[in-house]
Every structure is written in C-alpha cells, then in structure tokens.
C-alpha cells in the first residue's frame, strides 16, 4: 500500500542506461520508501494515498553530492587574491597557507559554531534539490579534531532533512606538529586516528590525498590497508595536479571513487574499470583553479567507468555551493552529455558513496528522495546558469 502518490508527472527515473525518461508518470512511496515508478497506465489505484497533481513537472532522483568538505572554520578569500595576483597553490601551501591554515581556524572552532557556519552552506545545496551529501572531515588534522569535525557533520544530518555520509580524510596534509615528518604523521593516521574512528562509528569510508603537496602512494597504501583493517571503504583524491597512479592505487585497494583525475592516465582508468571504482569530477575545482589540462573523458566512456559529479565544496579551490552550476560545468568544461551530467549528480553519485542499493534513481525499493522541477526539458537543468527551477523537494516520502 501507498500513502502518498505523485501523479501527472514526466520522470527521469534513471534506470537502465539513460534518463529513464516517462512521460506520463506515476511516483507512489510508503514509509519512506518508492512502492512504484513508472507509467500512470501500470500504476495501481491505491485510494486512501495521499495525491500531489505535479502539474507535468519533471521529476528526478533527489540529487547527490558526493564530494564535499563542507565543515571547516574560517575562509580563504586572501588566498585567492594571491592566486589573482600569480601565486600558485603549491605555493601558497608552502608558505602555510591552503590546507593548513583552514586547519589553524577548524581547530579554533567549537563543533557547534562549525555545525553553524556549515548549515548555510548546506541549505544552498538543498534549495537545488540535494538529498544526500557527503562530507569530509581533513580540516583538524589531530584525532580530537578530526572527530570534532566528524560529530559536527553528523549534526547536520539532524538539523536538515538529509542523508549524510562521512569520510575520515585525516591524510589530507601534514600538520605543524609533524612538519617535515610525514611518514611520522601517517602512522598517526593508520595506527591511531583510524581505529579511533572507526570504533567512535563516525566515519562511513576513509580518504587521502595522494599529490606532490599530499601523500605519496606508498604512504596512501598504508592509509588504506588500515582502513581495510578497521572494515571501512577508501576512496582517494587522485590525480589532481600531477600523475602519480593513485588512481591505479585507489582501484586495487577497491576503492569506491578516485576524485578529481585530470592527470589521469590509460592504466588508471584500465584499472578503475576493472574495480568498478567510480570517477568523481569536479568541475568547480578545475574552474577555480583555472586548471587547462582536462580529465581523460573519452577514456572513460569507452572503458565503461561510471562518471560523478560533486560539488568539492571547499574554502580553498571550489568555494561552490551549486550543483546545478556543477551541471554546466560538467557540460562546458568536460564536455560531459546531458545524460552524463544528470546521471552523474544521481545513479553514479550514489554508486560513489556505496549507495545505490538504497539512492540515486526511481524505482521500488529505494529511498523516495525526489526532486521536482518546473522544467519542460530535462535538458534545462544542465543548460541554464544561475537559474533554479526548482519546484519541491522530497526526502524520505515527506
């Protein structure tokens, strides 16, 4: 039995390998959970349902945001005048800027002012139709920190309707305490933080990143097999600002995602295929940072991998909080197809969080998190800039 059913509605369910599209469509969920999706002409009658008339609105799969840092302190509006100025990030990193001074003021933060400063963030999400984020911890660097950052996240997921997923990304750069000792600081995160973490049930997956300025692959190694120790899934910050396999890595260590990518090679995607690891491009970062060299698209395609989208949002490259913006991005700088875009912000997003048994498209038995837009074509969504069309929200059936 249902007990709410939207009706006269056009559908991008998302199932099989395009949008899914229905024209005359039917939604009809119970407890949360979609009971039906499909044809208005197969739908059974269920009369005490409650009935929304969409009025032949589109409706898609709540969107996902798979890859974002939105708990920090403080932001990096300075660093980007540098950057405007000719100052490169790696420069800017080693002068004790970038990841470490957002860790000075995360640090310096009360986890109910990060829950604070974070929900505006969060709501500008929401208002573009997400309904499930994934936040990363990175910002504390010290394991009361990091599991300060970790709690707060949670936090969001109680005061917005929204399904939260946390990543442990305590490998995201070398604290002041550890200067000049990485390797010191990597048995911190493998011997310490991760068990800690892991028994504090915070953390849904761990990451790392695996650059010049970052970690090194033998040191992410060590990162992942500690994770695989605690039963917690990798994903990895891979080939951003320069090749050094991490996403090869990240796909033998069965990653879910390696995110970012745009030095990515043949063997990598070879490799992800092979795992069925997820591509993360964020679109926003390669913007901002006013990056040229392009992940390997077509590669991508031909082998198979599937694509996401996320927002990376960030205060240090992708200070960005919409995902539809994230859409055209995706469409203007990667040449990603509307199928691609839209695909990549639902059915894939969900396969990067090892969570498309439960999101990410319309069909019976997955979550009834819906998007519904005033939109004539799907396409729209992807082709406008600066524009929500937006009409109501669904999550949970509510």
């Known amino acids: 039995m249902a007990n709410r059913v939207w009706c006269n509605a056009r559908l991008a369910t998302m199932v099989g390998e395009g949008l899914g599209t229905v024209e005359d469509g039917v939604v009809a969920a ?9 044809p208005a002409a197969a739908a059974p009658r269920w009369a ?32 980007f005048a540098l950057r405007l100025e000719g100052a490169s990030y790696e420069e800017i990193a080693r002068a004790g800027g970038g990841i470490v001074s957002t860790m000075r003021a995360t640090r310096a933060a009360s986890e109910a002012e990060l829950v604070a400063t974070a929900l505006p963030r969060l709501d500008a999400l929401l208002a573009e139709g997400v309904t499930a984020v994934e936040i990363k911890s990175g910002y504390g660097l010290a394991l009361e920190d990091e599991l300060k950052m970790l709690r707060a996240a949670r936090a969001l997921g109680v005061e917005r309707d929204v399904r939260v997923a946390t990543t442990f990304l305590g490998a995201h750069a070398v604290p002041p305490e550890f200067a000049g000792d990485a390797d010191g600081y990597i048995d911190e995160v493998a011997q310490r933080m991760i068990p800690e973490v892991a028994a504090s049930g915070l953390a849904d997956a761990v990451d790392a990143f695996c650059e010049g300025i970052g970690f090194t692959p033998t040191q992410t190694a060590r990162v992942f097999a500690a994770a695989a120790r605690h039963g917690l899934p990798v994903k990895l910050h891979a080939e951003q600002l320069s090749a050094l396999g991490g996403a090869s890595l990240a796909a033998r260590s069965g990653a879910l995602s390696a995110d970012h990518l745009e030095h990515a090679d043949e063997d990598d995607v070879t490799a992800m295929a092979a795992a069925g690891t997820v591509a993360v491009l964020l679109p926003g970062a390669f913007y901002f940072m006013r990056e040229t060299r392009h992940p390997p698209i077509a590669a991508l395609r031909a082998a198979g991998v599937p694509i996401a989208l996320a927002t990376d949002c960030n205060p240090g490259t992708s200070p960005l909080t919409s995902p539809l913006l994230v859409l055209n991005m995706a469409a203007t700088l990667f040449r990603l197809t509307v199928v691609e875009a839209l695909r990549g912000m639902t059915v894939n997003a969900a396969k990067a969080l090892g969570a498309d048994a439960e999101i990410g498209t319309l069909e019976p038995g997955k979550a009834c998190d819906l998007a519904i837009w005033s939109i004539e074509d799907p396409a729209e969504l992807v082709y406008r800039i600066g524009f929500n069309p937006l009409h109501s929200r669904v999550r949970n059936g509510r």
Do not use: K, M, S, Y
């Open 30 to 38: 119970a407890n949360g959970q979609i009971v039906f999706a499909g």
């Open 48 to 79: 005490d349902a409650e009935t929304i008339d969409c009025g032949r609105r589109w409706i898609t799969p709540g969107l996902i945001d798979c890859h974002t840092h939105l708990v920090h302190g403080g932001n990096r509006a300075g660093e």
